[in-house]
């Protein structure tokens, strides 16, 4: 008895097809990827918040209480130096933007809040340039993390990360320094 299946050749060409697709996008994104450079830039944030110098200020109280962080409205203008030590490092440009709280009482994580952020470089190598962060932050403890997703001068088109950790040595009771990784990757044309 003779088989009536017969073996098509369509499920092999569209293998075909599907791997030449992909090698050829594979291509693209290597080529395209050797035209992008990732740059390390380290900042540190130095903030005040408190007393009469305080560079972060809560301008709207949360509508649920002092304690609670929902509905919390910060602002800052933050110094952005090279050193985590005030007096001898440079002013190198400016950390500014606003922080709201975003999670209800009871939900985890226990305080998140929402921010916009400019790093303004007006010092040193980035001068005149500006970078964006945007997002989550998940309270204040350990390292907080946030996407960079543009910026202006010698950083248009950017995109990346900053990694915050706070320099325990730096800070006080009325102020907190952050050691600032920023890892920018540029397209290089």
Do not use: W
């Not at 369509?10 to 290597?30: Q, T």
């Not at 390390?40 to 109280?61: K, Q, S, W």
């Not at 950017?158 to 009771?173: D, P």
């Amino acid at each position: 008895m003779a088989s009536s299946s017969t073996s098509s050749p369509l499920p092999a060409l569209l293998l075909l097809v599907l791997l030449a697709a992909s090698s050829a996008a594979g291509e693209d994104v290597a080529a395209a990827g050797g035209r992008d450079k990732l740059t390390r830039i380290r900042v540190y944030m130095h903030e005040r918040f408190a007393g009469a110098n305080a560079t972060a200020l809560a301008v709207v109280p949360s509508p649920l209480g002092a304690n609670e962080a929902f509905g919390r409205v910060a602002v800052l203008d933050d110094e952005l130096r090279d050193g985590p030590d005030r007096a001898s490092s440079a002013l190198i440009g400016r950390f500014q933007g606003v922080v709201a709280g975003t999670s209800l009482p009871g939900t985890a994580p226990p305080a998140s809040f929402q921010s916009a952020i400019s790093l303004v470089f007006t010092a040193g190598e980035h001068a005149g340039s500006t970078l964006s962060m945007v997002g989550p932050v998940l309270g204040f403890a350990g390292a907080i993390e946030r996407p960079l997703v543009g910026g202006t001068g010698a950083f248009r088109m950017a995109r990346g990360y900053c990694v915050m950790t706070a320099a325990a040595a730096a800070s006080t009771a009325v102020s907190v320094v952050f050691e600032t990784d920023l890892f920018v990757l540029l397209h290089k044309p």
